[in-house]
């Protein structure tokens, strides 16, 4: 019984006033561990679970931004959600306060959808992966290209074993 309560009060609609943090609480951690950044679209909220999309509507000027609960709070009786700066600048409620706001979940108004998603099935069986075994040695070929350049330009390159370093002298040619 306790399970369908909660359920329901998460699926409904609400409606009350809403704060924001200020750009110095910038860097502390929020309880689900991530840390505060003025400019995230995030939020704290009591009840949603973390990771959950809200749409946040000022009614005041028909405003909407979606936030992402990352907090708990606000603890205050009155206030139902803590908005991050960013989301309350783009709700245009900076100079308020506190303002009126409406929340509900974003999947649940429909407008959460996949950007991109190809209409026909994408054919991979053109795309090669190998792993190179140790009968091939990229550093072999490598040295082998240098080794033809430095013939053109008249350089020889000396390769140490031991460290794979690599010294190059100019061939002075005498005339």
């Not at 860097?27 to 749409?55: I, N, Q, W």
Request: some cysteine; proline content about 3%; aromatic content about 8%.
């Amino acid at each position: 019984m306790l399970i369908m309560s909660f359920t329901f009060l998460m699926a409904q609609h609400q409606k009350g006033k809403a704060t924001f943090y200020s750009k110095r609480s910038t860097g502390a951690l929020t309880a689900s561990g991530e840390k505060v950044h003025h400019d995230s679209m995030t939020c704290a909220h009591r009840t949603y679970p973390f990771g959950t999309l809200l749409k946040v509507a000022n009614p005041a000027n028909d405003k909407e931004v979606i936030v992402r609960v990352t907090d708990r709070g606000p603890f205050t009786r009155d206030r139902i959600i803590d908005l991050s700066w960013a989301a309350a600048k783009e709700l245009d409620i900076l100079n308020q306060g506190v303002a009126i706001v409406e929340i509900e979940k974003a999947d649940s108004v429909g407008i959460i959808s996949i950007p991109f998603r190809p209409s026909e099935k994408v054919d991979q069986s053109d795309l090669e992966i190998g792993i190179a075994g140790k009968e091939y040695s990229v550093l072999e070929i490598w040295k082998k290209q240098l080794e033809e350049r430095a013939k053109k330009k008249e350089m020889h390159f000396y390769f140490s074993s031991k460290k794979n370093e690599i010294a190059d002298e100019k061939q002075e040619s005498s005339y």
